[in-house]
């Protein structure tokens, strides 16, 4: 071991107190940062009361970690196309992609997933009219199509990336909780609600017959319609047991709707 | 299923407007059916560091709270401070502990540290000085954190440097006694301009002096260096000396 250099393994745990000690002022600001958020879901909550997500920048459990490797290749196409990205570099486990939509159309990612830009949008900044989507690679595949219209026209940002995903969390009662990833969804999924301003989870469990999910009889398919009606369930803390919020769904508007707490319905689950 | 089953939902992925750093990072998933709810979302991709170019955008992130910028300045930067900490310390425990105490520091005093051309670099290196100049006051306030990282089976000792690099770790010690006789910003001058090569101007600015105060005080820090190490160059002749004639 050369004396030029710190003991790996020294290093290594220094790296990791040092992250450590970043997130964890991080957490006593993090109030504030939802704050600073909530502008953001605003517009995107409006038949829903809340959303769910993932970690990123709340380094959430369960959120995957993306490392970008090589080089970002640009294209502009119209039309369905295939861009060759060349060789993965090494340790590269899926492709980031960054779509912006030139015109109007519907762009289909390698995935199965979608983005509609329609005319409002075109008019939108580049950021607006973005939307990214991480796929992972296939053996001997150096390339990526998009699918859309023999009309629409759109530019790609390409990266290879390594990605890892991060571990759930486990409550003192046993629940795992984080975000939704490859693994499956944990005990305790991580939602924001109120506009941004709160920050917490929904049990799962929850959610699946709040959604329908567990619905076997049509008795109880007539107690979950959701005709002009919602079903709210509670946003706990990450304890599981500490009510902080609550977490809407439907699509119900208007003044006849109506918001109900999934206790109060007899869905059997 | 009875008939009932749910009929699996349409999915439509939006991305959300962040700015760039944070872009990619939330997505979240409407379906076409009657629930907006859940699923994949933020995903962080990581800021790559890979030269000082990278480094002012680093910085910028590690002070929003990325714990993963801050760990990548630190890949970027260690290998310096820790080489300068061994040249402080000529011990190889100690330049560790100075190194793990330089980083911590860096986060503790974020809010003044004095960035140079886009790098907190020289800030390090002057806070390794200050903290190798007096190892038990400048490490004090992470003793305990620091004795509790783990380090290799077998780690190599403080002899066993001083057995790998004897005339270096001479060097270095004469260096670092002669460093004490300076003041702590006099000793910052020498480390930044003749131990790291910065020039006059940045190690002005990496310690919030003008141009041309640096200049004398570094003439002047020169001197007494010299002097100094004059000294102990003169003390070791006359040891050598002493022991020919034996």
């Known amino acids: 071991m050369s004396t030029t250099e710190m003991d790996p393994v020294f290093t290594a745990a220094l790296r990791e107190v040092l992250v450590a000690t970043v997130e964890d002022t991080q957490r006593v600001r993090r109030r504030w940062r939802w704050r600073l958020r909530a502008g953001v879901f605003v517009g995107l909550t409006l038949v829903g009361g809340g959303v769910a997500l993932a970690a990123g920048v709340f380094s959430l459990p369960g959120a995957p970690i993306d490392t970008p490797l090589g080089n970002v290749v640009t294209a502009a196409r119209t039309g369905t196309a295939t861009i060759d990205l060349g060789p993965p570099p090494a340790g590269a486990t899926d492709l980031s992609l960054t779509l912006t939509c030139l015109s109007v159309g519907t762009f289909d990612f390698p995935n199965g997933s979608s983005v509609n830009c329609s005319a409002a949008d075109i008019g939108q900044p580049p950021v607006a009219r973005q939307a990214s989507e991480v796929v992972p690679l296939n053996p001997g595949v150096d390339s990526v199509t998009i699918k859309t219209s023999a009309s629409a026209t759109w530019t790609l940002q390409a990266q290879y990336v390594n990605r890892v995903t991060t571990h759930w969390r486990i409550n003192a009662s046993g629940q795992t909780y984080g975000v939704q990833n490859q693994n499956g969804t944990p005990d305790l999924m991580a939602v924001v609600v109120d506009q941004g301003k709160t920050q917490g989870y929904i049990e799962t469990s929850e959610l699946n017959c709040a959604s329908g999910g567990d619905v076997k009889s049509p008795a109880q398919a007539l107690a979950w319609d959701t005709q002009n009606r919602n079903i709210s369930i509670p946003v706990y803390e990450s304890d599981g047991t500490t009510v902080i919020g609550t977490f809407v769904l439907g699509d119900a508007t208007g003044p006849n709707a109506q918001t109900v707490p999934l206790s109060s319905l007899s869905l059997g689950c | ?246």
């Open chain 2, 1 to 246: 299923m009875n008939g009932f089953a749910r009929i699996a939902p349409r999915l439509h992925i939006w991305s959300a407007v962040f700015p760039p750093t944070l872009r990619d990072e939330a997505l979240w998933v409407r379906s076409f059916d009657s629930w907006t709810y859940v699923t994949l979302a933020p995903v962080r991709t990581l800021l790559v560091v890979r030269s000082n170019e990278d480094a002012p955008a680093a910085w910028a992130a590690a002070l929003d709270n990325d714990g993963v910028a801050f760990a990548a300045i630190f890949d970027l930067h260690r290998d310096r401070v820790y080489r300068h900490a061994l040249r402080m310390t000529s011990n190889v425990h100690d330049a560790e502990d100075v190194t793990a105490a330089t980083f911590l520091e860096l986060w503790r005093r974020r809010s003044s540290v004095r960035v140079v051309d886009g790098s907190v670099l020289p800030w390090l290196l002057v806070t390794t000085t200050n903290l190798a100049r007096n190892l038990v006051r400048g490490l004090r306030r992470y003793r305990a954190l620091i004795t509790t990282l783990p380090r290799c089976e077998g780690a190599r000792s403080a002899e066993d440097v001083a057995l790998d690099r004897i005339e270096e770790m001479r060097i270095a010690t004469q260096v670092r006694e002669a460093l004490v006789t300076l003041s702590p910003s006099d000793a910052a001058l020498i480390t930044l301009s003749m131990f790291e090569h910065y020039s006059p101007g940045q190690a002005a600015a990496a310690l919030g002096i003008s141009d041309g105060a640096a200049r004398t005080r570094l003439h002047r820090a020169r001197t007494r260096m010299a002097t100094a190490l004059g000294a102990f160059s003169t003390a070791a002749g006359d040891d050598t000396t002493k022991e020919k004639s034996r």
